[in-house]
């Protein structure tokens, strides 16, 4: 064996190290991890390298209360040294309290119910599972829409790079483009459609809000043609837009099925359905469908923490005058920068529009300077903070903001040469 030189060993080591670790050992759907984290507390994170970020993602809408809250941790931590697991043979008091305050939130009608899941996909595979069960042969949804991963959440995916792979998809799904009344109207009409799927502000698609007319459109329509009106609120859901659910915001609003993940657990993974009144909670029926974790009391404990931190601690009225503060910064922002062209959203899901097309060149900057954000699409850069967030830290990343298009501009000119 011939003796290895040190420089050797130790890009050896390197290439060892949890990157390349990553490579070796997972499955390569995400594409290269852009840091390894140890650690957080409150807004912010640390990497393996003992580097600092202010955290303005939120796992994607999921850390409402941020990383590591007492609260959340507390929790946990209770629930645990209990009772994890019980199967669904048994019922847990977390578990029928956690049902009770979602319903008690929504303002749910009596006879209405929840169904707990571990994800956002399966709510809504659970969700398109009742529009199958009305009898009804089409379902609707929008272009641009993202709705989860498993079969039947794709088949309601509009992107068809996520689609075509996995074809033939769950039938009798049609797409109709965001905002166009009539197009629905029409849809609608033939009186053959179980559900129409709609998020209330499009996360995925880069924070695109469907607007109140064509919201309150959806809702009289689909009564008047006795079709299911499905709300996947799992990106806007449990206080991220400064509601508790983000139809709230407009009255008289209520769908007959809201789907709920991300940010209900804090972390945890926990999902929910929630059917609204009798019809839509009696669509499925005992022993039509299913879950081993579901509803489980570890999540179902952390989820009831964080409901219960954001009710006490008023994290609803800080998270709009936090929304608020990224608007004005931005907008500000937008009148003298002509790189920005304003934002999108509302609360704490916020999307700041660019000219050009280098949102990832942003979000490799933001990491150099020591912020998390997402390019959402080649032109939007989201913002999900924890809705824990405080002024400050939002004015940090603000006047940040035009040092990182520079450098963004920097990477983009190398990219191209
Ligand atoms: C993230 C998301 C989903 C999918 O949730 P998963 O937990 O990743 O399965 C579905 N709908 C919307 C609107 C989402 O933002």
Redo the contacts with the bound molecule.
């Keep these: 064996m011939t003796q290895q030189d040190p420089e050797d060993q130790q890009d050896q080591q390197d290439a060892l190290a949890y990157g390349g670790r990553y490579t070796r050992s997972l499955i390569q759907v995400f594409g290269a991890p852009q840091r390894v984290l140890v650690r957080g507390e409150g807004c912010r994170v640390w990497d393996d390298q003992g580097r600092e970020y202010l955290d303005l993602l939120g796992g ?2 999921v850390n409402a209360l941020g990383h590591a809250h007492p609260d959340l941790v507390a929790a946990l931590s209770k629930q645990a040294v209990s009772l994890a697991h019980v199967s669904n043979f048994f019922a847990t008091p977390a578990q029928i309290e956690l049902a009770e305050t979602l319903l008690r939130l929504a303002q749910a009608p009596e006879g209405s119910g929840v169904f707990f899941t ?7 595979e659970a969700a398109f599972k009742m529009a199958r069960r009305t009898g009804r042969p089409r379902v609707l949804a929008l272009e641009q ?6 079969m039947g ?1 794709l088949a309601l ?1 509009h992107k068809e790079a996520y689609r075509a792979p996995f074809e033939p998809l769950p039938g009798g799904v049609e797409f109709l483009a965001p905002g166009d009344i009539p197009a629905l109207e029409a849809a609608l009409a033939p009186g053959d459609v179980a559900a129409l799927f709609l ?1 209330p502000i ?3 698609a880069g924070v695109q809000p469907l607007g109140e007319e064509y919201l309150r459109a959806a809702r009289r329509l689909t009564r008047e043609h006795g079709t299911l009106l499905v709300l ?5 859901g449990v206080g991220r837009t400064g509601e508790w659910f983000r139809h709230q915001a407009i009255p008289d609003l209520q769908p007959d099925v809201m ?1 709920l ?2 940010g209900l657990g804090g972390g945890f ?1 926990i ?1 929910a359905v929630i059917a609204f009144g009798e019809p839509a909670a009696t669509l499925l029926e005992a022993g039509q469908h299913g879950t081993t974790f579901g509803g489980n009391p570890l999540g179902a404990a952390t989820a009831l923490a964080v409901l219960g931190t954001i009710e006490e601690d008023g994290l609803l009225a800080r998270t709009r005058a936090r929304g608020a503060q990224i608007e004005a910064g931005i907008t500000a922002l937008a009148a003298e920068d002509e790189r920005v062209e304003g934002v999108r959203g509302a609360g704490l899901l916020q999307g700041i529009a660019l000219a050009a097309p280098i949102a990832p060149q942003v979000v490799t900057a933001a990491l150099e300077a020591g912020f998390i954000v997402n390019a959402a699409n080649p032109r939007t850069i989201r913002l999900a903070p924890p809705l824990i967030i405080s002024a400050e830290e939002i004015d940090t990343f603000l006047a940040a903001l035009p040092a990182l298009l520079d450098r963004a501009e920097e990477l983009s000119a190398q990219k191209e040469s």
């Design positions: 994607i809408a571990n994800s956002g996909t399966e709510s809504n829409a993202f709705h989860g991963r498993t959440a995916t998020e499009q996360g995925e996947d609120e799992v990106q806007t789907t993940a991300k993974p999902g």
